[in-house]
Nanobody, 124 residues
Framework: QVQLVESGGGLVQAGGSLRLSCAAS????????MGWFRQAPGKEREFVAA????????YYADSVKGRFTISRDNAKNTVYLQMNSLKPEETAVYYC?????????????????WGQGTQVTVSS
């Protein structure tokens, strides 16, 4: 079992920045791909970014490329999402997730452990 706890969400003005953290416990995540997803009210959960176990491979949704950066510190069992130039339409609950088996990177159903989410609100 893996427990994930996200933090760092909050209220920010459009154009601002936030850094989300996802701390894992119960099991090391150093061998696994990690992902960030988000879900706005009334919408499906959507892929934001993912990072391979070593950090060598990173993947982003087209909508966040160049503005968001995913990183990880395996020694701290933690993954981060630096979000810059935030837009009001990116208001959502942001979730981190673990993929303990090889699967499609951008598909939420391919991740088998999830955090409870952290709210990000971007005001215009």
């Amino acid at each position: 079992q893996v427990q994930l706890v996200e933090s760092g969400g909050g209220l920010v003005q459009a154009g601002g920045s936030l850094r989300l953290s996802c701390a894992a416990s119960g099991r090391t995540i150093s061998n696994y791909r990690m992902g960030w997803f988000r879900q706005a009210p009334g919408k499906e959960r959507e892929f934001v970014a993912a990072i391979d176990w070593s950090g060598a491979g990173t993947y982003y949704a087209d909508s966040v490329k160049g503005r968001f950066t995913i990183s990880r510190d395996n020694a701290k069992n933690t993954v981060y999402l630096q979000m810059n130039s935030l837009k009001p339409e990116e208001t959502a609950v942001y979730y981190c997730a673990v993929q303990t088996f090889e699967g499609r990177i951008r598909l939420a159903t391919m991740y088998n452990y999830w955090g409870q989410g952290t709210q990000v609100t971007v005001s215009s």
